[in-house]
């Protein structure tokens, strides 16, 4: 689904270690029969290989497979303690999706709006405090953490413009309370890799104000 | 915490691979505030290393961690498919975890108990057709997703001794509509380092009981 973030974080990582792949789309809403052989679920992403043979889900887990298999352009730390780190900081760092999905449904709904905005600042509070560096990968440029949590980041954003009151600026994203958070969204989103993997502001903003009002249109802009 | 699954999956693996290590369980109701700098959301398990300078936290990264720590004790495949497969496994069998603890609440509450029990037989039977030969591993012997989902089970075992109407025998459980996971829990239950990190039957089945009632006795049996 164009517009997914989790299906996004397949497509950063394969744009970063260069791994040539197609990208299917599908109708969220009216899926494929054909999609439950890749995806018992029928959530995205799938990574298929092999002709159909092999299928790889789950948005962290495709990087970590992506790690295996090419060592050689590995985005995670080799050190196991390094490792594991940058796998428990994206676990606590995606407490930003359910927050997200929350303050997305206060759109159009004031009932509770302060309460799930306040959980969405809370999750951006604490990404400020653990980015330590420049990078959530604590090295010069950016790793496993900041690939994968970025296209959450940029659903707020896009959310920016739409929100009523909304509690982050769509100017400089995510505003002046957010100095380190607000200079790597914008070395993030100008990464040409993750600029290929992502849609247009235009395109997302599109999208999700069809989807506040519960009509979603995933071939919005095409 | 003794009676925990999460926990008890690091113990396990711990034992499996021989890993020498000291065992501090903790009041879960009770939290002492030192826990909290061990793991900053004071849940269980969480390893320290290197006389208190290193944390690693969550039950499914300790015993990944220990396998890039420790490769040549692997549990897990070093393919990177089947190694991928294996880890996407566990996630789908830890469907039983939250149909269990909906299960429980049902012990002193008919409303919902038959949906409830529904649920969890239901978790039971996609397991017994996942489990296409003698272990979840597709080995000969137990392999990462056996090890990391028999507490859950073992939950389950304990809770059939005491639910109402258990749509699970205690005698030779699951049951006989389960043949293939009767088996499988019968070889891991008596596998010694899987028992040496599992508290006996009657101590698990007695914390339950009081669990289920809203009282946990978390030094039940000391």
Redesign the interface.
Known sequence: MRFCPWAQRALIYASVKNVPSEVINIHLKEKPDWYFSKH?KGQVPALE?DEGK?H???SA?IP??FY??FPESRILPSD??E???Q??LL??LAAVAPAFYAAAQAANNPEGRDEKYAALVKAFEDAEKLLTGDFFSGKAKPGFADYLIFPNYQRVFWLSHILPNSPFSSESFPGPNFPKLAKWYRTLDSIPEVAAASQPTEMGVGFFNDYLKGTPNYDYGL
Chains 1, 2 share one sequence.
């Open positions: 018992y290989l092999k790889v889900i789950e887990h970590e497979y295996d298999l196991p303690y490792k594991v780190q796998k428990l676990e606590r």
